[in-house]
């Protein structure tokens, strides 16, 4: 027999479903992506996509790791011609990265086919029900606020 379920259990369930989804599209879109770069580096480019010349221990604040963590992953990025350090003048401790024109396409192109693959989804909607969807959206995301740096970096967000 199977147990009554309440409208919070259901609109738990829908929710899970539509997790699903929207993970779904961060896979297809993060993959071009690791096929050259590993999810902790990508999710470095992304953080040093809004922070251009960023501080190493900024960076690492935001990705919430160890400053030693990220010196290892940038060496790396730097190797393979995705981000450029410097030091700055009259402090050589004082280190900032920044994107090359190369990182900054992969992370524009990532951004691009996430945004128009879920614009497709929703262009198959009528207009209320995309105005519920973005209603919701934002409802939820208000209520649940933004996850943690390390919940985000296991997955390369």
Same mark, same amino acid.
Do not use: C, K
């Given at each position: ?6 409208? %919070? ?6 929710? $899970? ?9 961060? /896979?297809?879109?993060? +993959? ?11 999710? +470095? ?6 922070? &251009? ?5 900024? /960076?690492?604040?935001?990705? #919430? ?8 992953? $940038?060496?790396?990025?730097? +190797?393979? !011609? ?14 900032? /990265?920044? %994107?090359?024109? =190369? ?6 192109? /990532?951004? =691009? =086919?996430?945004?128009?693959? $879920? +614009? #497709? ?16 959206? &934002? ?6 606020? &933004? ?5 985000? %970096?296991? %997955? !390369?967000?």
């Amino acid at each position: 027999m199977a147990r009554p379920t309440s409208p %919070l259990d259901d609109t738990a369930s829908a929710t $899970i479903l539509a997790s699903r989804s929207l993970l779904g599209y961060v /896979v297809r879109s993060l +993959a071009p992506a690791l096929e050259e770069l590993t999810l902790v580096q990508f999710r +470095a480019l992304v953080v040093l996509d809004g922070h &251009e010349g960023a501080r190493m221990s900024d /960076v690492a604040a935001r990705l #919430g790791v160890h400053p030693s963590t990220l010196t290892r992953t $940038i060496e790396r990025l730097e +190797a393979g !011609g995705w981000v450029t350090r410097t030091s700055v003048e009259g402090n050589r401790r004082e280190v900032r /990265v920044d %994107l090359t024109p =190369r990182s900054r396409d992969l992370v524009a192109q /990532v951004t =691009r =086919r996430r945004r128009a693959d $879920i +614009a #497709g989804t929703l262009a198959t909607m009528s207009a209320d029900d995309r105005e519920a969807v973005r209603r919701g959206m &934002e409802l939820f995301a208000a209520a649940a606020g &933004e996850a943690a740096p390390d919940e985000l %970096l296991e %997955l !390369g967000l």
